[in-house]
T-cell receptor
Framework: KAGVTQTPRYLIKTRGQQVTLSCSPISGHRSVSWYQQTPGQGLQFLFE???????NKGNFPGRFSGRQFSNSRSEMNVSTLELGDSALYLC???????????FGQGTRLTVV | GENVEQHPSTLSVQEGDSAVIKCTYSDSASNYFPWYKQELGKRPQLIID?????GEKKDQRIAVTLNKTAKHFSLHITETQPEDSAVYFCAASRIPTFGRGTSLIVHP
């Protein structure tokens, strides 16, 4: 069974640009969550989707948005990038909410 | 929203010692409490989890305890080995919220 796949693995963007990150969950998993990981801040929750509906949202500005498609694949978008958005963005999939989450390898975003 | 506090931020032990990491949560509606291990440069992986209808769960050298009344849960690792060295994260689930992590260092 293929694991959680995130693309791209690495991105370098300029301040003010926007970026879209993609996450393909494990086959059969309907729940996808997104996290921002930075040194010293741990894993900060961005969004949780289940069956194409946003179930929960973390405390991030409106520049961060996401969606989930009918095949459970998910994307997150960050507009008007700031230097502080540089981080590892991790996606995790679960069969259902509140069950074991399997993480992807992450997308390393660098904003210059 | 949910708030998860995790302590200590760093834990250094000798091989063979026990290690305990503690977390508290704020949302009494949370009912699923996983623990993840993240080795350097790798993705987090689940090591053990517990649901709110259970007070304790063990898996070989790892155990988790949950006190719903006090809203805290703990990870216990016995007979630590150098390969246990990693960052450990607790989480509470109603709104997926992770603690800030504990860097466990096991000295041979």
């Amino acid at each position: 069974k293929a694991g959680v796949t995130q693309t791209p693995r690495y991105l370098i963007k300029t301040r003010g640009q926007q970026v879209t990150l993609s996450c393909s969950p494990i086959s059969g998993h309907r729940s996808v969550s997104w996290y921002q990981q930075t040194p010293g801040q741990g894993l900060q929750f961005l969004f949780e989707y289940f069956s194409e509906t946003q179930r929960n949202k973390g405390n991030f500005p409106g520049r961060f948005s996401g969606r989930q498609f009918s095949n459970s694949r998910s994307e997150m978008n960050v507009s008007t990038l700031e230097l502080g958005d540089s981080a590892l963005y991790l996606c995790a999939s679960s069969p259902l909410p509140n069950t074991e989450a399997f993480f992807g390898q992450g997308t390393r975003l660098t904003v210059v | 929203g949910e708030n998860v506090e995790q302590h200590p931020s760093t834990l250094s032990v000798q091989e063979g010692d026990s290690a305990v990491i503690k977390c508290t949560y704020s949302d009494s509606a949370s009912n699923y409490f996983p623990w993840y291990k993240q080795e350097l440069g790798k993705r987090p992986q689940l090591i053990i989890d517990i649901r709110s209808n259970v007070g304790e769960k063990k898996d070989q050298r790892i155990a988790v305890t949950l006190n719903k009344t006090a809203k805290h849960f703990s990870l216990h690792i016995t007979e630590t080995q150098p390969e246990d060295s990693a960052v450990y994260f607790c989480a509470a689930s109603r709104i997926p919220t992770f603690g800030r992590g504990t860097s466990l260092i096991v000295h041979p």
